[in-house]
């Protein structure tokens, strides 16, 4: 199986619930009344830096198969630590750099010591940042469709239930 399709079948497949629980939650005083279990992980620390990792992941193996010098162990070792995310270690660097992408590309590489060299490779913090975002809002929106579809469904069952009842 080539690197692409080991990445592709990694990201594409489900968060694992185990997985950082201390940050699956979107903190925010709104968030803990109003949104959902679903949406709140979609906006969480949790997903939001596991995307970053992904996202250096597809790039490190895009760059490989250009030609880019990176070893197979750096993009497994990259794959294998896609969850293993410190957030104090991240917080400490993102203190110490001012930067909260290369306080996560060494939290990365600390988890990750061969990959660490060819982590964000070419790229800018928009690489990530604004990849992220959209990721997320797919994500929201796709969770908003399901419960629509589910809502107008709930609603067009009513409706005919009732249809002859005078209103």
């Known amino acids: 199986m080539s690197n ?3 990445f592709k079948e990694l990201a594409n497949g489900e968060f694992p619930s185990e997985a ?3 940050h699956q939650v ?3 005083p709104l968030v803990k009344r109003y949104a959902t279990k679903e949406m709140s992980f979609v906006w969480s620390p949790a997903m939001k830096f596991t995307t970053w990792r992904k996202l250096w992941t597809a790039l490190a193996t895009a760059e490989q198969e250009l030609g880019i010098e990176i070893s197979d162990e750096q ?3 990259m794959r294998s ?8 270690f991240a ?3 993102e203190k110490e750099f001012r930067h909260d992408v290369m306080g996560h ?3 990365y590489g600390e988890v990750a010591p061969a990959a660490m060299p060819i982590i964000h490779l ?3 913090s928009c690489y990530v940042g604004d990849n992220t975002d959209i990721v997320q809002i797919r994500d929201a929106l796709k969770l908003i469709k399901r419960k629509l579809v589910k809502t107008i469904s709930i609603l067009r069952a009513f409706a005919a239930k009732y249809r002859d009842l005078p209103t």
């Not at 630590?81 to 104090?88: A, C, I, R, W």
Request: proline content about 3%; hydrophobic content about 35%.
């Open 105 to 107: 590309v060494h939290a």
């Open 91 to 93: 917080a400490e660097k």
């Open 75 to 77: 993009l497994e070792e």
């Open 26 to 28: 979107y903190e925010h």
């Open 122 to 124: 070419g790229a800018t």
């Open 81 to 88: 630590k896609l969850y293993e995310v410190d957030f104090e």
């Open 20 to 22: 950082l629980p201390d």
């Open 4 to 6: 692409a399709q080991k």
